[in-house]
């Protein structure tokens, strides 16, 4: 079974912190993904990563940053957080092919900035 | 602007009924359409995935594909109270490696 894990299920931090999440998944997948969502907003891409320190910038990547040093590991990096970076952060993984594009989703990090 | 697009629903249905899950999508070019379930405060889970026009089935599920009008379908057949989720559609609109969601359907199986 795939397994993408995240490095925590809550998290609550203040204005101006620097926050790290992390994701880790055991498949060998070449691509990983950030995605935060919001209610009514559904699933927006933060920043996606086809190889190792390769990123590419998604629907929503101000205010965050990643960083991929090995194929497992993805981390998803908020500078200064913010109060409208509260949100449930979901991380996922999928593999080029031959069942190409069927991401699979870690269990999420529930992120409140005070 | 490239969309996915579902009814918010909630769509309620008795027990053992069929449940029919829409989406639309505005890319011609889409190759790839996938079916998710979450549960309330739980992360997506894959249940279809389908890639050529026609039907695909898989259990309960069938998902049903037709690039000319760019819409998927999801039916879930014999529905159970624990169907009861939240059911998102992804495509790839256009885009290598990557999906866009739709914002999703609630759906409500009434025992």
């Known amino acids: 079974d795939v397994k993408v894990t995240q490095s925590s299920r809550y998290l609550v931090k203040r204005t101006g912190e620097k926050v790290f999440l992390e994701c880790v998944q055991d498949m060998d997948h070449e691509n990983m993904f950030w995605y935060r969502q919001d209610p009514g907003l559904g699933l927006r891409l933060i920043y996606f990563s086809y190889d190792v320190k390769m990123k590419e910038k998604g629907d929503i990547p101000e205010g965050y940053s990643v960083s991929r040093e090995k194929k497992e590991r993805f981390s998803l990096i908020l500078e200064s957080a913010s109060t409208n970076q509260t949100s449930m952060y979901l991380c996922a993984s999928s593999s080029p092919g031959p069942e190409y594009n069927e991401q699979f989703f870690g269990p999420g990090t529930r992120l409140t900035v005070l | 602007q490239k969309e996915v697009e579902q009814n918010s629903g909630p769509l309620s249905v008795p027990e053992g009924a069929i449940a029919s899950l829409n989406c639309t999508y505005s890319d011609r070019v889409s190759q790839s359409f996938f079916w998710y379930r979450q549960y309330s405060g739980k992360s997506p889970e894959l249940i279809m995935s389908?890639?050529?026009?026609g039907d695909k089935e898989d259990g309960r599920f069938t998902a049903q594909l037709n690039k000319a009008s760019q819409y998927v379908s999801l039916l879930i057949r014999d529905s159970q109270p624990s169907d009861s989720a939240t059911y998102l559609c992804?495509?790839?609109?256009?885009?290598?490696?990557?999906?866009?969601f739709g914002t999703g359907t609630k759906l409500q199986v009434i025992p």
């Open positions: 389908i890639y050529s026009n």
């Open positions: 992804a495509v790839d609109l256009g885009g290598y490696q990557k999906v866009t």
